[in-house]
């Protein structure tokens, strides 16, 4: 059972920066696929970036690709999402979730087995 933790989510403006970041509870978190989805009201679960287990391979969904960095500091077992340029549209609860699916990098939110509570982001003026 891993169990995730998020932190960092907040208010900024368009155009501003801020960095979530998950803590996992065991050390085997690096032997997971690891992912940041976000959530914005009457919306369905999207998936923003997926790490592999060895962090090599990425995914970022179109929209973010160039604004948003996800990484993995496996010894501190913590995954991060450095977002930049924020846009009033990144406004959403993200989500950090892990798999044990490491052979593929998934990308919907019923491949992920584990989740954190999530973090709110909300990009406003």
């Known amino acids: 059972q891993v169990r995730l933790e998020e932190s960092g989510g907040g208010l900024v403006q368009p155009g501003g920066s801020l960095r979530l970041s998950c803590a996992a509870s065991?050390?085997?978190?690096?032997?997971?696929?690891m992912a940041w989805f976000r959530q914005a009201p009457g919306k369905e679960r999207e998936i923003v970036a997926a790490?592999?287990?060895?962090?090599?391979?990425?995914f970022y969904r179109p929209s973010v690709k160039g604004r948003f960095t996800i990484s993995r500091d496996s010894a501190d077992q913590r995954v991060l999402l450095q977002m930049n340029s924020l846009k009033v549209e990144d406004t959403a609860v993200y989500y950090c979730?892990?798999?044990?699916?490491?052979?593929?990098?998934?990308?919907?939110?019923?491949?992920?087995?584990?989740w954190g509570q999530g973090t709110q982001v909300t990009v406003s003026s």
């Open positions: 979730a892990a798999s044990s699916r490491t052979w593929v990098l998934s990308r919907t939110p019923n491949e992920y087995e584990y």
């Open positions: 065991e050390r085997s978190s690096s032997d997971y696929t």
């Open positions: 790490i592999s287990y060895h962090g090599t391979t990425i």
